[in-house]
């Protein structure tokens, strides 16, 4: 259902307190070189991010009943993410989000979708091993990419080899050279 302006403007607020947190904490990760991955490409509106929304949570929100139902609440209601299912392995909420149209791949309040749609997948330019969906037209290669390539090269790792390890390791900016066939 498309958000009417009571849901704009919460979303707007909560999006407005977490840009700021998360900028101080992103330029400190920057800082201590902790951002491994550079993001290349555009959108090619494949949907495929908005058909699962999964949210990583904290010990506090995953453990304490009532942390754990207003998060929830505040989801359902305002984010319009229902629960599907959980991952207690990695405390992971994995939702349906009721603004994603399956059939033409579009959000209906795309104006007003929440920061972590806005923050994918730049989001996993911090992680160890970033997954991107294989239908996503980004290519995510690591900052240290030409180094690692030339080690590769002077160790005489050639040929297939090198082109497995370049996509295994995100040594290539070539979208059709860093994904699976
Ligand atoms: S709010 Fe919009 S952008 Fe975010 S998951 Fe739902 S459909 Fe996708
Ligand atoms: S998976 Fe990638 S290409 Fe597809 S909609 Fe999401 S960001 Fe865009």
Same mark, same amino acid.
């Given at each position: ?5 009571? $849901?704009?403007?919460?979303? %707007?607020?909560? @999006?407005? !307190?977490?840009? *700021?947190? +998360?900028?101080? #904490? ?41 942390? $754990?139902?207003?998060?929830? %609440?505040?989801? @359902?209601? !305002?984010?319009? *993410?229902? +629960?599907?299912? #959980? ?51 980004? !290519? ?42």
């Amino acid at each position: 259902m498309r958000d009417g302006p009571i $849901r704009t403007f919460l979303k %707007w607020f909560a @999006r407005s !307190v977490k840009s *700021f947190d +998360l900028s101080v #904490t992103r330029a400190l990760l920057v800082r201590h070189g902790e951002q491994r991955y550079r993001l290349s490409g555009s959108c090619n509106s494949c949907g495929k991010c908005c058909e699962t929304p999964t949210i990583p949570v904290g010990r506090a929100v995953w453990f304490v009943r009532t942390l $754990r139902a207003i998060f929830l %609440w505040w989801q @359902r209601v !305002v984010n319009g *993410f229902e +629960l599907i299912d #959980t991952d207690p392995r990695f405390k992971l909420f994995i939702f349906k989000c009721t603004h994603f149209d399956p059939v033409t791949k579009q959000c209906d309040s795309y104006e007003s979708r929440p920061l972590m749609c806005r923050d994918y997948p730049y989001n996993l330019t911090f992680q160890a091993v970033p997954s991107l969906f294989p239908e996503c037209s980004y !290519v995510m290669h690591d900052k240290k990419a030409e180094g690692l390539r030339a080690a590769l090269k002077k160790a005489g790792v050639e040929g297939e080899k090198l082109a497995e390890l370049e996509k295994k390791l995100f040594l290539t900016k070539d979208p059709e050279r860093a994904r699976d066939e």
